[in-house]
């Protein structure tokens, strides 16, 4: 199904009444001394306390429950090397579904456990994005299990966008709301959020320099492709896609770039001061923000904190 502006409005109400048994409503936090720092009063909506550790698990949910019975009899299958693998294992387990995932040989072990502890059926595939996809494309054709993207989705995309829905329900009077963009999904559903339920919102995607795909996509108006990556933030890796970008061309009002150092400090800043676990990909938000800081003094700005999933061994403060 493709974005319908008639229709967003309801299908992500719709989203967020079908996803509340079965997702956290995570919590908006704050800091004193970060709102010092950036000169404006900050509300971080913390989907690391989600399940599984990342707003990615609403996407999951959503897009299963809204297929037929049929479909999900004969079960799920994405292509994934981090979080939307599990994201779907668990919506699925959780759902009586079975999930199949292309994950990469050469993803982190941590990651392979998790999932098959969530009760993700795997299959080994090269890195390059051509091998997932004709190895989700094999998995499909001899399952009969329906494909569900990580992020070009519109189902995905609406459970992304009920973070955001929830936030401005507890903070209904933000000037600008700030989300990491990797594949689209969340800044797409934000942006929907934002739309309809706080109109005076900005919505305003950051992303690393080492990939700045959506950057590029949003200056020339049509999907730009990262040939290469070099980012710490592995959750941003990805591109944009022909579902999401429509969204964001409409709906997002610029994107903004940070470097790595940027994405480090703003990542140490939130382990010191707000005492919570976040990722890399996380932090970019946070360091969009302070690097325009002086565009939004005074004002009141959602942080999306999109998820904590990252190895404890391999801190990048030290």
Do not use: W
Request: hydrophobic share 45%.
């Amino acid at each position: 199904m493709n974005f319908d502006p008639l229709l967003a409005k309801n299908d992500l109400l719709e989203a967020y009444k079908l996803l509340q048994p079965h997702v956290h409503r995570t919590p908006v936090l704050s800091s004193h001394l970060i709102d010092e720092l950036a000169g404006c009063k900050l509300y971080f909506k913390c989907e690391n306390f989600q399940r599984m550790g990342a707003f990615k698990m609403r996407g999951a949910v959503n897009a299963i429950m809204n297929l037929s019975p049929g479909q999900q009899a004969r079960g799920v299958v994405t292509h994934s090397s981090g979080n939307f693998a599990q994201a779907l294992s668990l919506a699925a387990k959780s759902l009586g579904v079975k999930a199949y995932i292309a994950m990469p040989s050469n993803a982190p072990e941590a990651k392979k456990a998790a999932v098959r502890t969530y009760g993700g059926i795997i299959t080994l595939c090269d890195s390059t994005p051509e091998a997932r996809e004709s190895t989700a494309a094999k998995i499909c054709l001899e399952t009969g299990a329906t494909f569900i993207h990580p992020s070009n989705d519109y189902q995905v995309i609406l459970g992304q966008g009920t973070a955001a829905l929830e936030l401005i329900q507890d903070h209904p009077n933000l000037d600008a709301l700030f989300v990491p963009v990797g594949g689209g999904g969340l800044i797409a559903g934000s942006a929907i959020a934002a739309k309809y339920f706080s109109p005076v919102c900005i919505v305003i995607g950051a992303e690393p320099k080492g990939a700045d795909d959506a950057f590029r996509s949003l200056k020339s108006g049509k999907i730009e492709l990262n040939q290469d990556t070099d980012t710490i933030a592995d959750g941003l890796r990805t591109n944009l896609g022909d579902v999401n970008f429509p969204i964001i061309r409409e709906l997002v009002k610029e994107i903004v770039l940070v470097s790595d150092s940027e994405i480090v400090e703003a990542m140490k800043l939130i382990f010191e001061r707000m005492k919570i676990v976040i990722e890399p990909s996380a932090a970019t938000a946070l360091a969009g923000l302070l690097r325009h800081k002086e565009n939004f003094k005074g004002k009141r700005v959602g942080i999306v904190l999109s998820g904590g999933n990252v190895d404890l061994s391999k801190l990048p403060f030290y």
